[in-house]
């Protein structure tokens, strides 16, 4: 027989069905959180990114219609004053801007700042090709500047922006809104967390009480929860049917054995036997007269050869065979009635009685 199972009187915290639960609900919850803010993240960083590309063509294409007549005469003050308060205007986003001639000559668009290589080569490419020249990752746009009802071509300007300041904002923003979104968070998961301890943690644990009730054999305390119409309930009504079973059974066992010990120590002679008509019970007043009759009875009941009544086949007992069919047609199912026979053993006279034991269904 294997070992009885080590009491567990609780459980640990970071075992429970509760904990378990709470934490995956919360991994969901932040998982879904988490994915939500990403992809949120990444759709504003490109839609902030395309609304600095925006603005750039605004300005540059602004610069390049205030700027035809100055790069025209080489008015090198009134081109950096232009530019310069268009940058100005555009700060922080806007980082710095060159301008060339038809030529492709360098002009001084900024004072103070020599002009970077790189735009001076995208506003000569865009001189060139007379169009614009645009690099959407870098943020650097160049456009062509005529003048003249003609549209004469008389150079080009180029500007380079930065999305950096804007998208901090964008972050700093977003973190207050995420630290925010952190706290509703928390208070959810603690409601849910209150909410699954008081819809299944408490009401398994009652069920858990139950359940140690019913092991050390109380059957009259009820089970809790059985009009609960979900798997709690249904668990808990399968558990109070287990139970009233149980105290039928208890009830009966108590009611056997008081039957037993009175049929034991009956003075009278008295016998058991199955379905079958084998003996399985014989009382130790029945045990004395099969002795004190062995050798007569061995005569008409050839089971006796090993002197013992358990395992005996009532049917093969010659006097008794007429009552035992008599009780086979309709004794053992049709109710109480009690089969008389006179046995003759030698100079003794033996009367016995053949009563049904029936069960609760009658058979």
């Given at each position: 027989?294997?070992?009885?199972?080590?009491?567990?009187?609780?459980?640990?915290?970071?075992?429970?069905?509760?904990?378990?639960?709470?934490?995956?609900?919360?991994?969901?919850?932040?998982?879904?959180?988490?994915?939500?803010?990403?992809?949120?993240?990444?759709?504003?960083?490109?839609?902030?990114?395309?609304?600095?590309?925006?603005?750039?063509?605004?300005?540059?294409?602004?610069?390049?219609?205030?700027?035809?007549?100055?790069?025209?005469?080489?008015?090198?003050?009134?081109?950096?004053?232009?530019?310069?308060?268009?940058?100005?205007?555009?700060?922080?986003?806007?980082?710095a801007a060159a301008a060339v001639d038809a030529a492709g000559t360098t002009l001084q668009a900024e004072q103070d700042q020599p002009p970077e290589p790189e735009l001076i080569e995208f506003a000569r490419a865009a001189a060139e090709k007379g169009a614009p020249v645009v690099d959407q990752n870098r943020l650097?746009?160049?456009?062509?500047?005529?003048?003249?009802?003609?549209?004469?071509?008389?150079?080009?300007?180029?500007?380079?922006?930065?999305?950096?300041?804007?998208?901090?904002?964008?972050?700093?923003?977003?973190?207050?809104?995420?630290?925010?979104?952190?706290?509703?968070?928390?208070?959810?998961?603690?409601?849910?967390?209150?909410?699954?301890?008081?819809?299944?943690?408490?009401?398994?644990?009652?069920?858990?009480?139950?359940?140690?009730?019913?092991?050390?054999?109380?059957?009259?305390?009820?089970?809790?929860?059985?009009?609960?119409?979900?798997?709690?309930?249904?668990?808990?009504?399968?558990?109070?049917?287990?139970?009233?079973?149980?105290?039928?059974?208890?009830?009966?066992?108590?009611?056997?054995?008081?039957?037993?010990?009175?049929?034991?120590?009956?003075?009278?002679?008295?016998?058991?036997?199955?379905?079958?008509?084998?003996?399985?019970?014989?009382?130790?007043?029945?045990?004395?007269?099969?002795?004190?009759?062995?050798?007569?009875?061995?005569?008409?009941?050839?089971?006796?050869?090993?002197?013992?009544?358990?395992?005996?086949?009532?049917?093969?007992?010659?006097?008794?065979?007429?009552?035992?069919?008599?009780?086979?047609?309709?004794?053992?199912?049709?109710?109480?009635?009690?089969?008389?026979?006179?046995?003759?053993?030698?100079?003794?006279?033996?009367?016995?009685?053949?009563?049904?034991?029936?069960?609760?269904?009658?058979?």
């Amino acid at each position: 027989m294997s070992e009885p199972a080590k009491k567990l009187d609780r459980v640990h915290p970071m075992r429970s069905l509760f904990f378990k639960t709470a934490l995956v609900v919360a991994f969901c919850a932040v998982g879904v959180v988490a994915a939500i803010e990403v992809i949120n993240a990444r759709s504003a960083q490109a839609r902030l990114h395309q609304a600095i590309m925006t603005r750039a063509t605004e300005m540059t294409d602004l610069l390049a219609l205030q700027l035809g007549g100055a790069i025209k005469f080489k008015n090198h003050d009134a081109l950096s004053e232009i530019v310069a308060s268009v940058l100005e205007n555009s700060r922080p986003d806007a980082v710095a801007a060159a301008a060339v001639d038809a030529a492709g000559t360098t002009l001084q668009a900024e004072q103070d700042q020599p002009p970077e290589p790189e735009l001076i080569e995208f506003a000569r490419a865009a001189a060139e090709k007379g169009a614009p020249v645009v690099d959407q990752n870098r943020l650097i746009m160049a456009t062509p500047v005529t003048f003249g009802g003609d549209s004469l071509l008389v150079g080009a300007i180029a500007t380079r922006w930065t999305d950096e300041f804007i998208l901090a904002d964008y972050r700093a923003s977003a973190l207050q809104s995420l630290l925010a979104g952190l706290v509703a968070l928390l208070c959810a998961l603690a409601g849910a967390s209150f909410l699954l301890y008081k819809l299944i943690t408490a009401p398994l644990a009652g069920l858990g009480r139950s359940m140690e009730s019913v092991a050390q054999g109380d059957y009259d305390t009820g089970v809790p929860h059985t009009v609960r119409r979900d798997e709690i309930g249904l668990m808990a009504t399968q558990l109070e049917a287990l139970r009233a079973v149980l105290r039928e059974a208890d009830e009966a066992a108590h009611e056997t054995a008081f039957k037993s010990a009175a049929f034991a120590g009956s003075s009278a002679s008295l016998m058991m036997v199955d379905r079958d008509f084998r003996v399985i019970f014989a009382n130790p007043a029945c045990e004395e007269l099969v002795k004190a009759n062995l050798a007569e009875l061995a005569k008409v009941w050839p089971d006796l050869g090993d002197q013992t009544l358990i395992g005996g086949d009532l049917r093969n007992f010659q006097p008794l065979r007429d009552a035992v069919a008599q009780v086979e047609r309709g004794g053992l199912r049709g109710g109480s009635e009690t089969v008389n026979e006179m046995v003759q053993m030698g100079d003794r006279l033996l009367r016995i009685s053949l009563n049904a034991a029936l069960g609760q269904e009658g058979r």
